[in-house]
T-cell receptor
Framework: GAVVSQHPSWVICKSGTSVKIECRSL??????MFWYRQFPKQSLMLMAT?????????EQGVEKDKFLINHASLTLSTLTVTSAHPEDSSFYIC?????????????FGSGTRLTVV | KQEVTQIPAALSVPEGENLVLNCSFT??????LQWFRQDPGKGLTSLLL?????REQTSGRLNASLDKSSGRSTLYIAASQPGDSATYLC?????????????FGKGTLLTVNP
């Protein structure tokens, strides 16, 4: 149980276009979703935290107008990379806390490899 | 600001060997610490979660210890197998705040050779 489905698993897009990544909680309600970015041989860096029905909270240095996060329902959160550039190429992973289990119980999506050409 | 460091960055061992992965963190005011496994191009799988009040957790061939005061944790893998080959990530959650954000280390890339 407690599965987060992330799509697409990989995407190649042209510079200047926008890409949307979806994360769905399949068998639980995810009131909070976390979006991470991971560059090769680097740790996962938290980009933003989204709470259902409210605006996302972005980490310092993350452009909120470039990385649009929508968490309109308890089972779906989306990350849209707008006007993508090659430097946005990275591995993006979403995560959700699993209720009603304790703090620190998270499940992760399988990740999206974004390549901007 | 919390910083998590993992040593070594990479480790290659023969099958059957016991091994230890290390994790250190700068701010000891943590809520808990978790060890994850990440296969290439994949998401994360939680291995062990240690609450701040605990000293260790065990699951099968895995044992994780936590010394909160010194800011250290170790992941012990017994009788390693080729299927254990993956990147192992350590992450902490700091006390305070309402969203309980994870701070990750860069990971240790483990290769177990048959």
């Amino acid at each position: 149980g407690a599965v987060v489905s992330q799509h697409p698993s990989w995407v190649i897009c042209k510079s200047g276009t926008s890409v949307k990544i979806e994360c769905r909680s399949l068998d639980f309600q995810a009131t909070t979703m976390f979006w991470y970015r991971q560059f090769p041989k680097q740790s996962l860096m938290l980009m933003a935290t989204s709470n259902e029905g409210s605006k996302a909270t972005y980490e310092q240095g993350v452009e909120k107008d470039k990385f649009l996060i929508n968490h309109a329902s308890l089972t779906l959160s989306t990350l849209t990379v707008t006007s993508a550039h090659p430097e946005d190429s990275s591995f993006y992973i979403c995560s959700a806390r699993i209720p009603p289990r304790g703090v620190g119980d998270y499940t992760f999506g399988s990740g999206t490899r974004l390549t901007v050409v | 600001k919390q910083e998590v460091t993992q040593i070594p960055a990479a480790l290659s061992v023969p099958e059957g060997e016991n091994l230890v992965l290390n994790c250190s963190f700068t701010d000891s005011a943590i809520y808990n610490l978790q060890w994850f496994r990440q296969d290439p191009g994949k998401g994360l799988t939680s291995l062990l979660l240690i609450q701040s009040s605990q000293r260790e957790q065990t699951s099968g061939r895995l044992n994780a210890s936590l010394d909160k005061s010194s800011g250290r944790s170790t992941l012990y893998i017994a009788a390693s197998q080729p299927g254990d080959s993956a990147t192992y990530l350590c992450a902490v959650i700091n006390s305070g705040g309402s969203n309980y954000k994870l701070t990750f280390g860069k990971g240790t890339l483990l290769t177990v050779n048959p």
